[in-house]
């Protein structure tokens, strides 16, 4: 019944933009911890920004000041804003929801609920 389901991934040139969506059903995403994971080809999956059901945001320090987290608790939707998007940015992005504490929030193994991912390619 729970399902995230992300959207918005695609080619971009670098420096330009995208807007992730993660849109669930089957849990309300105010009640829960929402992480943005990407992984590229050969790499480790990584946590990339945090909301808190406080509404606390947090931020890889790769992406801090050019990415946003956001959550619009009447869509049940949380975005994630990629501004200036370089080619290290490339990868496949990930939603995740989980009842997780602040001092675990880069965890992955701490999520119990993952979107099938959205592929981000910045390229020139």
């Known amino acids: 019944q729970v399902q995230l389901v992300e959207s918005g991934g695609g080619l971009v040139q670098p420096g330009g933009s995208l807007r992730l969506s993660c849109a669930a059903s089957?849990?309300?995403?105010?009640?829960?911890?929402i992480g943005w994971f990407r992984q590229a080809p050969g790499k480790e999956r990584e946590g990339v920004s945090f909301i808190t059901s406080g509404g606390r945001t947090y931020y890889a320090n790769s992406v801090k000041g050019r990415f946003t987290i956001s959550r619009d608790n009447a869509k049940n939707t949380v975005y994630l804003q990629m501004n200036s998007l370089k080619p290290e940015d490339t990868a496949v992005y990930y939603c995740a929801a989980g009842l997780v504490g602040l001092l675990r929030l880069w965890r992955p193994s701490e999520y119990g609920y993952w979107g099938q991912g959205t592929q981000v390619t910045v390229s020139s």
């Open positions: 089957g849990l309300v995403l105010g009640s829960y911890a």
